[in-house]
């Protein structure tokens, strides 16, 4: 069983930047690909970034260029590293994860992931 709990968010200006971390507990190991999701309030969840096994990174469309998803291995931790925020970016952020297939295998469909953090709260003003 993996337990994920997510911190570091918070309420910051336009313009500014934030790290998320999730830690990971039981038995959680680099086999894991993982994500992070964001959902802001009356809207669909939204993928934010993913990282393989291996450590190769994508990210959606709408963060492209300042959001950087990184994991620590050692410690068990994935970080979304969020720069140039802007108030779309509010929502709650979830990280995610699951045994990966094999170490190359992307996951983008919040579907096929089987561990969920409670999320944490990211509220950017104007």
């Known amino acids: 069983q993996v337990q994920l709990v997510e911190s570091g968010g918070g309420l910051v200006q336009a313009g500014e930047s934030l790290r998320l971390s999730c830690a990971a507990s039981?038995?959680?190991?680099?086999?894991?690909?993982m994500g992070w999701y964001r959902q802001a309030l009356g809207k669909e969840r939204e993928f934010v970034a993913s990282i393989t096994s291996s450590g190769v990174t994508n990210s959606g469309d709408s963060v492209k260029g300042r959001f950087t998803i990184s994991r620590d291995n050692a410690k068990n931790t994935l970080y979304l590293q969020m720069n140039s925020l802007k108030p779309e970016d509010t929502a709650v952020y979830y990280c995610?994860?699951?045994?990966?297939?094999?170490?190359?295998?992307?996951?983008?469909?919040?579907?096929?992931?089987?561990?969920w953090g409670q999320g944490t709260q990211v509220t950017v003003s104007s």
């Open positions: 995610a994860a699951v045994r990966a297939k094999y170490r190359s295998r992307r996951y983008e469909d919040p579907d096929e992931y089987d561990y």
């Open positions: 039981g038995s959680m190991s680099s086999a894991y690909a």
